[in-house]
């Protein structure tokens, strides 16, 4: 079974600084997604980022960004320019594409907060 | 927009009770989830539907079971609630069986068992 690890429950970052969160997962999949969610505190889970194993490229959706790096298993998210609607749980996730349909599984997430 | 509707933002339930949690997505989407959240666990998968009456078993399935009856609702069933299931629990969908693109998630059910 694919494993997803978050090892920083929580995490604080000044307004306009950068902040990386990191990611590991463990998997003998070859053909699999990552994500990162975003969950503020109205609970309302909002796709943040995605990223295919098969693309060496880093995706990039305007001040976010990931660190891809299929060897070491890691796949970590860096902000920048934080703002202070970033405040939320940001959660990994994994999408395995093996078997009859694909599931998602996520990390135990990191509490970000942004502040002035 | 993809909207994914659960019935009930709030819930409070008596031990012992048959509970049903209620998911509608509206965009003709294959795939449907339903996680249990909880602090310092993350989300974890209760169980899956690919397809009208398919269901797959996620990580955490003992004391729940689903029905799809319509590829529009996914219904997540607690035959005997039980105060170890209070949690939130949320509703996913995903437009294929491959997670290619992402899931579109509802805003939560909080299950209060009493």
């Known amino acids: 079974a694919q494993t997803v690890t978050q090892s920083q429950p929580e995490m604080s970052v000044q307004e306009a600084e950068t902040v990386t969160l990191s990611c590991t997962y463990d998997t003998s999949e070859n053909n699999y997604y990552l994500f990162w969610y975003k969950q503020p505190p109205s609970r309302q889970m909002i796709l943040v980022i995605r990223?295919?194993?098969?693309?060496?490229q880093n995706a990039t959706e305007n001040r976010f960004s990931v660190n891809f790096q299929k060897a070491a298993k890691s796949f970590s998210l860096k902000i920048s320019d934080s703002q202070l609607g970033d405040t939320a749980m940001y959660f990994c996730?994994?999408?395995?594409?093996?078997?009859?349909?694909?599931?998602?599984?996520f990390g135990t997430g990191t509490r970000l907060q942004v502040t002035l | 927009d993809v909207k994914v509707t659960q019935s009930s933002r709030y819930l409070v339930k008596r031990t012992g009770e048959k509970v049903f949690l209620e998911c509608v997505q509206d965009?003709?989407?294959?795939?449907m989830f339903w996680y249990r959240q909880d602090p310092g666990l993350g989300l974890r998968l209760i169980y899956f539907?690919?397809?009208?009456?398919?269901?797959e078993k996620g990580d955490i399935p003992e004391g729940y079971s689903v029905s799809r009856e319509k590829k529009e609702r996914f219904s997540l069933i607690l035959e005997s609630a039980s105060t170890n299931q209070t949690s939130m629990y949320l509703c996913a969908s995903s437009p294929s069986r491959r997670l290619n693109t992402e899931a579109f998630f509802g805003q939560g059910t909080r299950l209060t068992v009493v």
């Open positions: 996730a994994f999408g395995d594409n093996t078997g009859t349909a694909s599931k998602l599984t």
């Open positions: 539907s690919y397809d009208v009456k398919m269901k």
């Open positions: 965009m003709d989407h294959e795939n």
């Open positions: 990223q295919e194993a098969y693309k060496q």
